[in-house]
């Protein structure tokens, strides 16, 4: 991963569009949620091939982060690993030690990551649910699907994903993170500790489930709107 090549591009944008440089990565998020639209498959492939030529002509710029961000995750997991693009940056631009400590946000470090799902899968079956109630980013769930996933490529795909996070950003770049790593569940944006109800759910990856296709896909469900 060129960290920089990330970096440079948000700035860029940030600067373009006069917008706050703290906000540039969620720019980014908000796109790659409209690129993925579920909305987009539903009126058939010609239709979704012109609305990813739309996104493309939108943003440029983002369209080509996009398939750096694609390519870069798939390599890492072509070696077994996960890859929190996304976690990175935030913490590299967005999170500002104040912040933190207000917030509580403290990602959970790679190495840590990967010890707890190696943890937590040692007897576990290959099918049901994982849920993570404080996924910030989504890095114990990346996990926990990477170490799945090693050995039978299929494993993974047995097993349904949940997380929840009160900041929406942080929502945003899990969906994004599970999407991008082909998983299938949903993200809640809710405190979980007072059990509020979503304020919204992002759906992962329905049109690649059951079966193995080469799309991703994110859907979105507003709280007035939520089934």
Known sequence: MDK??????????????????????????????????????????????????????????????????????????????????????????YLSRGKASKTGQFFTPQSISDLMAQISTLGAGDHGKVNDCAAGSGRLLLAHYIEKSKLDHSAGRRIGYVAQDSDPIACKMCALNLMAHGMYGRVECRDTLRMTEPSVVYFINEVKYPFNTPYYSVRTVLAKNQK
């Open 4 to 93: 920089k090549k990330y970096i440079d591009v948000l700035t860029e944008q940030a600067s373009k569009h006069s917008r706050p440089q703290e906000l540039a990565l969620s720019d980014f998020c908000d796109y790659l949620i409209e690129f993925f639209s579920i909305e987009a498959f539903k009126a058939g492939t010609v239709e979704y091939s012109q609305h990813v030529l739309s996104c493309t002509r939108k943003n440029p710029d983002f369209a080509g982060l996009t398939f750096q961000w694609l390519d870069d995750v798939a390599t890492a997991m072509e070696r077994g690993e996960w890859l929190d693009v996304f976690g990175i940056l935030y913490e590299e631009m």
